[in-house]
């Protein structure tokens, strides 16, 4: 097992950057997280690149004035495998820092998961099954925009990445005798298309979650609304809760005011009555319009489940439940129950009918239809 204790720099300088290019050139394989700051922006700053190189530690201050572009290149490289853990949100901020994603790609979340962890075990726990090493997570609410840097906050970034490689060599040496190592390379790279990370204003709406259970005038108006606070939030760069919350985007949504004074007896912040009262109108107006006109064909209310589909879900689920017991794995990672009723209702475009899932669940789920 590879040692810990490698030597942790912290590269604010340009001769820092000049040693961690260079030991990232020798490196075929980079252990790799990120550390940022979300709470009062839209998108997520950058603060901290942790890489690890097999020879030491690279803390890569962000906030520095450095060349990070060049440094995300030779990271970058296609050459060099990089070993994330729940790379998702890595992956967005590295994105919308770079412009490119970090392949190829092994995931130890998703490997974990493939050999039988819980769906999202986290780092640390996932290093004390496998290595047997506990780690200091004090540090997991930091505010890492601040500097300087305290120690705790260096030994807390420098250990999201010392145990990578060991953890991954584990591993990738229990998939390689499953025959899963495929698998983990499919999943790893779904995680790379930017398609993934880009979500168009008009597709804003899908953060409200069973929207389509709403009456169709009140899904009609609470997309418009969601659009709306989704160009707003990323003009101002500011959270979209901070832009108008999911509880009053609903209720707009569904009393449709016509009035400045029926918006304000639905409680809207003062701030946001004086600046936008009159825009969240138009919105509610433009989106009644659209519906009248026919423009909002595409809407439908989602009917309740019946006795006989929820009969035949439960049917689905055995049937996937038995496949993952077989294979020793949480069903949720073969097949979600949203992706169960998807598939009954004659969705075919689905995760479960899509590379290694098609024939390990995708065709005994088929087959298993009415």
Known sequence: MPSPDLPTRIVDTAAGLDD???????????????????????????CLIQVGTGTGIHCIDALADIDLPMLWRLIAAAEREKILHAAKQDIEVLLQSFGT?????????????????????????????ELGIQLDKTQTRTDWSRRPLSPAQMAYAANDVAWLPALAMRLRARL???????WVEEDSRALLDP?????????????????????????ARARQLAAWREQRADKANRPRQWILSDQLLMALATTNPRNQAALAAL??????????????????????????AGELAHLGQQLRPTADDNGQLKQ???????????????VEI???????????????????????RRAVIGEPLLAALP
Do not use: N
């Open 20 to 46: 961690a290019c260079a030991a990232i050139e020798r490196s075929t394989s980079l252990a790799l997280d990120t550390e940022f700051a979300r709470t009062d922006t839209f998108r997520s700053r950058l």
């Open 101 to 129: 994603t970090p392949a190829p790609l092994f995931d130890t979340q998703i490997a974990a998961g493939l050999l039988g962890h819980p769906p999202q075990a986290g780092y640390a726990s996932l290093v004390a099954a």
């Open 176 to 182: 390689r005798e499953t025959g899963r190592e495929t």
């Open 195 to 219: 398609a993934l990370y880009s979500l168009r204003p008009e597709q804003a709406w899908e953060r409200l979650g069973r929207l389509e259970y709403q009456p169709v005038p009140v899904q």
């Open 267 to 292: 409680g809207l912040p003062a701030g946001l009555l004086r600046h936008s009262g009159a825009t969240l109108l138009e919105e509610l107006a433009r989106a009644d319009a659209a519906l009248a």
């Open 316 to 330: 689905l689920a055995a049937v996937a439940r038995k496949v993952a017991d077989g294979l020793g794995l949480a």
């Open 334 to 356: 073969l097949a979600t129950r949203g992706e169960l009723g998807a598939l009954l209702h004659g969705e075919r475009e689905l995760r479960v009918l899509r590379g290694w």
